[in-house]
Each structure stands twice: as C-alpha cells, then as structure tokens.
C-alpha cells in the first residue's frame, strides 16, 4: 500500500515552536518534502533540532476539524525526521478513525417562510 498524507511537523523549542510541513509515508515512516513555514515569527532558518533549545518534534495529521497528534523521531546528524515503528502501527489505527469518522452535516438551510394565502 502507498499511502502518503501531508501533516504539519512542530519543533518545540525552549520559548518557540518552530512549524513546518512534510509528507509521511504510512509503510516506511519516513517523512519527507519536508519545508518550514512561512508562517513562523520571527522567520526560522535552519535545522530546528540543532538549536541549543530544542526539546521536541511532534506532527499533527489533520483531517476537516480533527487532529491526530504523534511523537517524531529527528536524526539530527541526517537532518530527517521519521516515525518509529511503534509509534507508526498506533498512528495508522488512530488515522483510520479520524479518516473512517463521517464528515459533519452541513448546517441546515433557514426554513422558507411562505406568504399565507389571501381570504
């Protein structure tokens, strides 16, 4: 199966997160493609787990409102991120039901009020 889905990285460092986005390969765990963000502020350059700050990485995979949160593995010397086998095989039971769950109902349109008939 060759199951890629975009998801949002976040570098925790000691007073920022530093976010970006890359791709997850669902058979491997590698992720890859992976950009930073224009959005961060101040603008970050650079490999974030190599800053004397870091804490972290997690990704968020995201499907309409809901969020699956998991752990991400860095291997700074390489400059990549991955995630773990373990941590990959709970990932896919958590995705199936975030992507198994039925879409909200869109609201309900205002009921049409008619003219009452002239006696």
Do not use: Q
Not at 3 to 24: A, C, R, T
Not at 39 to 62: M, Q, R, V, W
């Amino acid at each position: 199966m060759d199951l890629k889905l975009p998801i949002k990285i976040m570098d925790e460092l000691d007073e920022d997160v530093i976010e970006s986005s890359g791709i997850l390969d669902l058979a491997s765990g590698e992720i890859f493609d992976v950009k930073l963000s224009e959005d961060n502020d101040p603008p970050y350059k650079g490999f974030p787990a190599e800053d004397p700050g870091y804490e972290f990485t997690c990704g968020l995979l995201t499907n309409g409102k809901k969020d699956v949160e998991f752990r991400v593995e860095v291997d700074v010397v390489g400059r990549k991120y991955s995630v773990t086998p373990t941590e990959l095989l709970e990932l896919k039971g958590r995705a199936a039901r975030l992507f198994a769950a039925a879409p909200p109902a869109p609201p309900a349109p205002p009921a049409k009020r008619g003219r009452k008939p002239r006696a």
